[in-house]
Every structure is written in structure tokens, then in C-alpha cells.
């Protein structure tokens, strides 16, 4: 009843924050301080902060309510970016947050230099209390395929210790009632040999949701790190809201403005359909305020790399459509760790570098999966007939297609001669004259003419609703939905009254590559190197019994390895743990 009522709570913020920015009035204060309610923080956990081209930055982002530690269900966005040195981002990555957590991977190409970085994480609605209020961490990239390595040697040895003085330092664990413990069933391993992790609750309290990694330490990199324990301290101090910026509650939160020189036309209540092409494609039907401003919420998953937006009115030439571009922060403050490079260092880059253009050249051996979203189940729903072409005669034109084949449709020309489909209403409804809804491969089409001029050859199937659809004043009688063989007909789908936009999308979730040698795989991987530092990653493990056994394999390297687990309890307690171990 509590989570009913707190969901409740934050579908009414949710409005009433839509309302007021819709509104565009100076936002007053939501409590004495002028600060926004369920703040939230981040806290990332990557796998390294010393990372070569060529490799990945695996990382798992914790969304937290700032009060409590414990996971957010206010936003189901986040944000994180590589910052260089000059305050420019290099990579730049949206992602989807389920019960407050997600996770995903940089890969650094070689077109990035070797140099000192931030990886900077938010969600929009913590950027009420500045923009400047984001996790940052120093992370180290190296380019070893480049001579160019001053960045390294820009400052002394006094501004080294300078810098790694005031990095916060790692808490020690002891220090806390900690009620998690990690167990190996050896200290030294060998190459290629079974390594058995048990992850164990002292007691119910240890139950949380954690991240694991395995990795060879590297005497290179920085030993001071951010860890869940002391997370907090990487923010600044909270501002007073200035401009109210909206939480993304409900998944992505595109926010656009319709726009019009004339002044004698309309911009409130005015119908945009807003189309993510594809075979699984989405479509909304979203309406304008009294400033031109919409709203699109986005919580499906889908395929598309653009948007297109179409105002729905008869004037619709008079309008031109704009969609709001992402947030801006506030970098200037930004201060970055320095690494040093010396000689010595030679010999361990050579090697690594070797061993890394190795792993990639047998990449397609031991891919990460690339998990499929879920399917869309098609906006209008039940009580449609599907027609599927190849199980007809074929016509050479749409025209006699649905003449001959498609029932309860029909062409007929509009006043200006121009045609236009019918769709005949189930009975007892009679019909009203209302257009339906035409769609080809997710585009929607005002101009019915485009689908009448396609090539009936083209055409997979077509997908008839003779349903009534409603969207806010607006009413469809019936669908039309047609899909081609290769679901691609908005790639070369145009009007001057529509704006097609790149998006800025969120990472597709993955399955990451566990390397086994059990039973036969041992004779089947026998001729592969394994030259993997990174023996395995798990993003979010998440603890439902006392005791959890994690089992993976060591590689072809030697030398120190180390377990870190990341995370918190299910009552907000951080929990920080490493321990070493040896292969030889």
C-alpha cells in the first residue's frame, strides 16, 4: 500500500512540474529551501580507470535517493559523458534505469588521445540543484599507438601529489559494520583454471544489489578511487532551483516547441503525430499548450536512429517544429587527476597493447550479446485483419490491391480531387467521415497519395483496424498500416512540413561474455589465446539468498588479480569489498 501510494504521490508531482514549466512562470520553491523534492545522486562503478584504445570502460550506474542511499523510482534516465581536459565531451551516452539502476560500456576508439578525463553521470532532475551537480571520477586513457604522450609530462612530481592529495581516498571497509563478505576457494590459481567467489550475507541486511569485476591489477594505475562508501563527497553544494527542469519519470522526456510567424494562428491544442519508424515502430499523438510546447514520454524500447514529428492540422504549413536539445552542464569547475608516464612503464604498455589487438582479433569468438528490446505490440490494439500479400494474387498497383484483395477499405478524392482511404466502421457505427490513421513501415502519411504511388511489389502485408481511435480531441476512424519487405520506406519518406531528427538514444542493455573451460570447451578453445585482464564483469548482481556463487575462468595472464563488489543494501547501506588473488 506504501509503494502505491508513494507512485501515487510522484504521478501528481509529475503533472503539476509539466503544468508549471508548461507555464514558463519562475518555479516556486517546493519546500522552504528552495530545493527540489526526492533528490536523487549517482554513483558509478567502473571496472577501470585506466583504460587503453581499443578496450572497453564496463560501468554500472546507482540512481539513489540522496536522504536514505537507497535506489530512486523518480528517474528512469541517465546520463554519463567523457570529459577531456579542455571540457569537451568525447563520448557521450544516454541510459535506461530499471529500479534505479542500468549499465553499460565505452568503447574508446583510437581517435581519442592519450590524457586525463572525467566520466561525469546525472539524471535531469538532479540538475535542479545546479549544473554543476553531477558524479565525477577521474578515469586515464592511453593511446599507445601515438608518440604524442606530453599530456603526461605536463606537470611536476609536486603537482602529482598536489592532485592526488586532495582525490578522495577510499574508506576503510573495517571501519564499518560491513554485512557482506567475499570468499575464494584458493589464493593462487593457475592459467586458464576455475575460480569459485562466494559473495555471503553475514545477515538479511547484506541483501542488496552489487556490481562485480575481476581484473588484473595494474601498478599503473591511480590507487585512490571513489567508492560507494564516499561517493557523496565528489558533489558540490545544492543551488536554488532557477528553471525548473523536468524529472524523466516515465523513461525519455523529449521536450519540442511548434512555431508560427503568423500571428492570427493557433499554437494551443494543436495534434502532432510523432512517428519512430521500423518494423517494431512506435507512434504517439501528443498536443501542444498555449506556448507551442509539447511532450513526448518515450517508455518503450525501439530500433530507429530518428524521430519524425508532423503537426496534424490543416494549416499545418504555417507551423514549424523544433524538438528541445539536451540539457546543458556546467564543466568549467571540472579539476583532473594527472597521470604520470615514465620509462618504466614501457614494457607493461608494449605488452598490454599486444595483448589487446590479440583479444580484439578474436572478438567474434566471444561477443557480448546484444539484448533484443521488447517487441511493440502495435497502438491500436485488437480487432484487426492482416493481410499478408503473398498469400493473394498480386496486383501490380496499391490501387487494385485494395480493391481486389483489402475489404472495408476504400479510395475515394477529398474536395481538391486529391484521394484519400476509408475505413468502413464495425457495426452498429455508422460511418462519420473521418480519415484513418496511414502508416507505411511507421511513417505516418497525411499526404495518402505517397502510399497509393508505392509499389504494390514492395509491400509485405497490411494491417486494417476498423476501430474508432480517440486522442485528446482528435478522432481516427481506422487504420491503415502497411509494411514493406524491407521496413525501410521512411529512409527516403520527405515533406516540407515534418522535422526529421536524429536521436540521442539509449544504450541497448547486454549480456557480457563469460569465458568457460568446462568439459569440452577446454579442446574447443585450446588453439585461442586468452589474453583477458578483465576476467569478468557482472553489471547488476543482485542478492536474494544469504550465500551467491559466482564460478569463472582465469586467462593466459599472470600475475595479481583483484575482486571489487560495489554496491548497496536494500536499506541504502554502501558496501565497498576487493580482495586479491594470485595466477601463475
Not at 302 to 316: G, M
Not at 443 to 464: G, K, P
Request: with cysteine; proline share 4%; net charge negative.
Amino acid at each position: 500500500m506504501k509503494n502505491k501510494i508513494n507512485i501515487i504521490v510522484l504521478v501528481v508531482i509529475h503533472f503539476t512540474l509539466l503544468q508549471m514549466s508548461a507555464q514558463g512562470t519562475a518555479v516556486s520553491p517546493m519546500n522552504n529551501e528552495g530545493l527540489v523534492p526526492h533528490q536523487e545522486q549517482v554513483y558509478v562503478h567502473a571496472n577501470t580507470k585506466l583504460v587503453f584504445v581499443g578496450e572497453y570502460l564496463y560501468y554500472t550506474i546507482y540512481c539513489l535517493k540522496d536522504n536514505t542511499g537507497q535506489l530512486s523510482d523518480v528517474s528512469k534516465i541517465a546520463y554519463l559523458k567523457l570529459v577531456n581536459e579542455n571540457k569537451e565531451v568525447v563520448l557521450n551516452q544516454k541510459i535506461k534505469l530499471t529500479d534505479g539502476i542500468g549499465d553499460s560500456n565505452f568503447f574508446i576508439p583510437s581517435s581519442i588521445p592519450s590524457g586525463n578525463y572525467k566520466l561525469i553521470a546525472y539524471t535531469q532532475w538532479m540538475l535542479n540543484n545546479g549544473r554543476d551537480y553531477f558524479y565525477s571520477t577521474d578515469v586515464t586513457v592511453l593511446n599507445p599507438y601515438t608518440s604524442n604522450q606530453a599530456v603526461f609530462r605536463t606537470k611536476s612530481t609536486e603537482d602529482l601529489i598536489e592532485s592526488v592529495s586532495k582525490s578522495p581516498n577510499n574508506q576503510d571497509a573495517s571501519s564499518f559494520n560491513v554485512p557482506v563478505r567475499l570468499e575464494l576457494n584458493e589464493s593462487i590459481y593457475g592459467t586458464r583454471q576455475p575460480v569459485s567467489l562466494l559473495i555471503s550475507s553475514t545477515t538479511l541486511e547484506g541483501l542488496g544489489n552489487y556490481s562485480v569485476s575481476v581484473r588484473k591489477v595494474d601498478e599503473m594505475e591511480a590507487q585512490f578511487n571513489t567508492s560507494s562508501l564516499n561517493y557523496k563527497s565528489v558533489y558540490p553544494q545544492k543551488d536554488k532551483i532557477e528553471k525548473l527542469i523536468l524529472p524523466e519519470l516515465r523513461g525519455e522526456l523529449l521536450i519540442g516547441n511548434v512555431t508560427t510567424e503568423n500571428e492570427n494562428v493557433n499554437k494551443k491544442n494543436n495534434a502532432l503525430g510523432v512517428s519512430f519508424p521500423g518494423k517494431e515502430y512506435l507512434f504517439k499523438l501528443v498536443t501542444t499548450n498555449e506556448k507551442g510546447q509539447f511532450f513526448i514520454n518515450v517508455e518503450e524500447d525501439y530500433n530507429t536512429e530518428e524521430v519524425y514529428v508532423q503537426v496534424l492540422e490543416e494549416d499545418a504549413e504555417e507551423y514549424s517544429i523544433e524538438l528541445k536539445p539536451e540539457e546543458n552542464l556546467k564543466l568549467s569547475d571540472l579539476k583532473f587527476g594527472m597521470f604520470k608516464l615514465d620509462r618504466e612503464m614501457e614494457s607493461q604498455i608494449e605488452e598490454r597493447s599486444i595483448y589487446n589487438q590479440i583479444e580484439n582479433a578474436y572478438y567474434s569468438s566471444k561477443p557480448d550479446t546484444i539484448l533484443i528490446g521488447k517487441p511493440n505490440s502495435r497502438f491500436y490494439g485488437e480487432g484487426t485483419t492482416n493481410y499478408v500479400l503473398d498469400e493473394y494474387t498480386r496486383f501490380p498497383s496499391i490501387k487494385e490491391t485494395f480493391v481486389e484483395v483489402v475489404e472495408h477499405v476504400w479510395i475515394q478524392d477529398n474536395k481538391d480531387g486529391k484521394p484519400e482511404f476509408h475505413v468502413r466502421p464495425i457495426a452498429p457505427y455508422v460511418e462519420s467521415g473521418k480519415l484513418p490513421l496511414v502508416f507505411v513501415d511507421g511513417i505516418l502519411l497525411l499526404d495518402h497519395e505517397r502510399l497509393i504511388n508505392l509499389s504494390s511489389a514492395q509491400v509485405e502485408s497490411i494491417n486494417i483496424s476498423r476501430n474508432q481511435h480517440f486522442y485528446g480531441t482528435r478522432t481516427f476512424q481506422g487504420v491503415v498500416d502497411v509494411t514493406t519487405f524491407k521496413s525501410n520506406f521512411y529512409e527516403n519518406y520527405y515533406t516540407d512540413n515534418m522535422l526529421a531528427q536524429k536521436l540521442f538514444k539509449p544504450n541497448e542493455n547486454k549480456n557480457y561474455y563469460q569465458q568457460s573451460y568446462e568439459g569440452g570447451l577446454k579442446d574447443d578453445y585450446k588453439r585461442l589465446p586468452d589474453f583477458r585482464y578483465q576476467l569478468i564483469w557482472l553489471p547488476n548482481f543482485n542478492t536474494k539468498v544469504k550465500e551467491e556463487k559466482i564460478e569463472f575462468y582465469t586467462s593466459d595472464i599472470t600475475g595479481e588479480f583483484e575482486v571489487s563488489l560495489e554496491g548497496f543494501t536494500n536499506s541504502g547501506k554502501p558496501v565497498s569489498l576487493k580482495k586479491k588473488f594470485s595466477v601463475k
